[in-house]
């Protein structure tokens, strides 16, 4: 599991269980997130593993990150 907050949005990108269905999966943590952040905020959620790594990839670099988490967000739309 990977999750990034900003001052907008929340990003988490994790495993998906086999046992579980992708949309069910999805809705679980996007639920979760939204019982402990504010309701101003976007909530992204996949289970797209390779966005893990983006995401991890992102305490390693300095101020100049929004394209990479415009793009994250953006590929988190074509998952569950």
Sequence with gaps: VATLVTDKEVLIAYKKNEDIAANVAADIAKKTAMTVMPHSFDIHVS???GLINDI???STRDNNYQHTIDKIINDMKNAP
């Design 56 to 58: 991890h990839s992102l």
């Design 47 to 49: 289970d797209n593993e």
